[in-house]
């Protein structure tokens, strides 16, 4: 089933090269909800198409998480990437924004209370920017991923992430079980 609905300018995107990376005008891109309470959000591109539903993701979601926006429709293609998200009209970027917020919700890691590992998970006690939090990383070799010097991120066994900006700063054994992944 198709995503998208055809307009005019529609045959210029069928002769693009799949493989050819996109940036899209922003002047020409309009992200809506077709509905107060909806919770897809409907892309247009000026001209061109009209999609029913898309997925927006950061490029370098924590090196650079204001430019290379990508959107991508229901099948997973690429649509196209918006350089700069202040570059869209404000009704756009407050979309934009609020969907990456959701997708990209990692607290940061400011004190580790405890930590203990047991059968290859390790159980976290800690407070976080976004207050206290207490999660369990099954196979920390698999769920963490380093994100610079001294800097990590750990996928709990829920999904949910968490940044140590610093392993260094938790104690000495925080640093035990963070260093043996880094």
């Known amino acids: 089933m198709s995503s998208n609905i055809e307009t005019p300018g ?10 050819a990376i996109r940036f899209l005008e922003p002047s020409q891109v309009q992200l809506f909800h077709s509905a107060p309470g909806d919770a897809a959000i409907r892309l247009t591109i000026e001209g061109e198409l009209s999609w029913l539903s898309v997925r927006i993701a950061r490029a370098f979601p924590f090196s650079d998480p204001a430019h290379y926006i990508g959107l991508r429709d229901e099948e997973d293609e690429d649509i196209g990437i918006i350089r700069d998200l202040k570059e869209l009209d404000a009704e756009s970027r407050a979309l934009a924004q609020t969907a990456l917020d959701r997708r990209y919700f ?25 207050g206290p939090a207490r ?7 698999d769920n963490s991923f380093s994100l610079g ?5 750990l996928v709990d066994s829920e999904g949910g992430r968490y940044e140590f900006p610093d ?11 963070l260093s043996k992944v880094m």
Do not use: C, Q, W
Not at 112 to 119: F, G, T
């Open 149 to 153: 010097y001294h800097r990590m991120m």
């Open 167 to 177: 392993i260094t700063a938790y104690g000495n054994k925080a640093y035990f079980v």
């Open 135 to 141: 999660f369990v990383v099954r196979s920390l070799r």
């Open 10 to 19: 529609a045959e210029a995107a069928e002769e693009r090269n799949p493989f």
């Open 106 to 130: 990692t607290p940061k890691v400011t004190k580790v209370k405890s930590v203990s590992e047991k059968s290859g998970s390790a159980t976290f006690d800690v407070e976080t920017d976004r």
